[in-house]
């Protein structure tokens, strides 16, 4: 593979309904693309990064500044003999996963492409031929709303509901979510609102079977969440403080988390997922993937990770038209009627560039070498 060059591009897009949780609320996202040319054939890749440094320390305007100046030029100069030689080759940047992750996974999409293979093969997934899906729901104004929104998920057959959770709009809101849906598969993300000083109270959450509780305490912690789940009984996911099969490993030995939340940019890529994967395989951990309000690139990618076999439980990935009134892939991602999505076998990650769309939601472009 010789990549000719890489070309960055920041779309600007509404989402249908804004999306709250503890650490904020988004309206309309500020998204990077990066496509990797070689011998006239391009791959797509999207960061994952939010539109201010508050998920974590990435934002889009400093993923575009590592790309440019950092990560494209790197790959550019160094040439990657296969996907699998791109993660290394940004390895010295210190951070920035998010940034990197997103043209590692330009590079896994254009290998796929330039091998005739649909991404989710290039990977090693094809576990199975629809990933079962869940949605999250952001903080709502009120109960009645939430309630609402969650009945029309579910009549749109989504598997199981995560609702976003913080000091005060917790304990009370599940109970009558439970009370109004006792059987349904629920659980709730606090996006790192709490601290192990609120133990007993998170304890509390113990009475509503929640299938797990992500990310209940400090985004760089482990060891507090290891303390909390020995007094839990709900199991707790890790999102956040997981960045890479180090973290996955230190987590699982100290036993602080009973599963795992996969999110492609936040590790770094399509490499560092898979072995995040492999290493919670071998422990019986089992992992979904996790969503950042992605646009369609980022949307596909997350399917294609999906299929890898330790992918059980329903992830957030869920149809383009609960965030976009028009998505920049054609056809968008939709799912079926029994809450799944289907993988498609068309080379890379089986979906086309909506051109036209893409220039006019595009507000900078910029090719690097
Ligand atoms: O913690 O999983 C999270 C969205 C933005 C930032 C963090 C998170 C989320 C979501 C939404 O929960 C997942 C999605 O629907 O894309
Ligand atoms: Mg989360």
Known sequence: ???????????RMPLVHFFETSFGRTTE??????????????GWGEVTAGEGP????????SAWLILRDYAA??????????????????EHIRGHRMARGGLEAAIWDLDARLHGKPLWQHIGGGARREIPCGVSIGIQESVPKLLEKIEIE????????????KPGWDVDVIRQVRERFPSIKLMADANSAYTLRDADHLKR?????????????????????????????????????IRSAH????????????????????????????????RAQAAGIPVWCGGMLEAGIGRAHNIALSTLPNFTLPGDVSASQRYWKRDITCPVVETTPR???????????????????????????????
Not at 1 to 11: A, F
Not at 219 to 240: K, V
């Open 73 to 90: 030029p790197r790959v550019l100069e160094k040439q990657p003999q296969s996907a699998n030689d791109v993660a290394p080759l940004t």
């Open 339 to 369: 809450g799944t999505i289907e993988i498609r076998d068309e080379p890379g990650f089986g979906y086309a560039i909506d051109h036209d769309f893409l220039r006019e939601v595009t507000v900078r472009q910029e090719p690097v070498g």
């Open 54 to 61: 508050f998920y974590n320390e990435e934002w889009t305007g």
């Open 154 to 165: 579910l009549a749109a057959g989504y598997q199981r509901i995560k609702m976003k959770i």
């Open 29 to 42: 996202r500020d998204i990077v693309l990066v496509e990797a040319v070689s011998d006239g054939v391009s």
């Open 205 to 241: 959450l113990d009475d509503f079977y929640l299938m797990m509780i992500e990310q209940p305490l400090a985004h760089d912690d482990i060891i507090d969440h290891a303390e909390l789940q020995r007094r839990l009984q709900t199991p707790i996911c890790l999102d956040e403080c």
């Open 1 to 11: 593979m010789k990549i000719d060059r890489i070309v960055l591009r920041q779309i």
């Open 247 to 278: 973290h996955a490993e230190q987590a699982i030995r100290l036993r602080a988390c009973g599963i795992i939340n996969i999110k492609l940019g936040r590790v770094g890529g399509f490499c560092e997922a898979k072995r995040v994967h492999d």
